[in-house]
């Protein structure tokens, strides 16, 4: 059984931190890529940074050298920490396990997200809101 769930998250003031965690079920931890997405409001969901199996972590362009992301075998678990943070960071962030590596993962448009779900390739935690103000 695969599952995610998200803790943390709340409220942070712009140039503040932040930060999430994903606690992995075995099934999901056993995937490819574990990684953070986000959907801000009114926007498609998009990727934020995730971690291949090999530890390798990858970070798209509006987050590198601000958010930090860690994986950690022993207990499952996919951290985010989030820095110098922006008002646009304001968002539902949602951890997820795909079967693909993180570079394909994060980079894939909504629309194949969306075909990766309907086909188990990736899975979903309920998402967490994060907010900046």
């Known amino acids: 059984h695969v599952q995610l769930v998200e803790s943390g998250g709340g409220s942070a003031q712009a140039g503040g931190s932040l930060n999430l965690s994903c606690s992995a079920s075995?099934?999901?931890?056993?995937?490819?890529?574990m990684a953070w997405f986000r959907q801000r409001l009114g926007k498609e969901r998009e990727g934020v940074a995730g971690v291949d199996h090999d530890g390798t972590p990858v970070y798209v362009d509006d987050v590198k050298g601000r958010f930090t992301v860690s994986r950690h075998d022993a207990g499952n678990t996919l951290d985010l920490q989030m820095m110098s943070m922006k008002l646009e960071d304001t968002a539902v962030y949602t951890c997820?396990?795909?079967?693909?590596?993180?570079?394909?993962?994060?980079?894939?448009?909504?629309?194949?997200?969306?075909?990766?779900?309907?086909?188990?390739?990736?899975?979903w935690g309920q998402g967490t809101q994060v907010t900046v103000s």
């Open positions: 997820a396990a795909g079967r693909a590596s993180c570079q394909d993962f994060l980079s894939a448009t909504a629309t194949e997200l969306r075909t990766f779900t309907r086909m188990q390739y990736v899975f």
């Open positions: 075995v099934a999901a931890y056993g995937h490819g890529c």
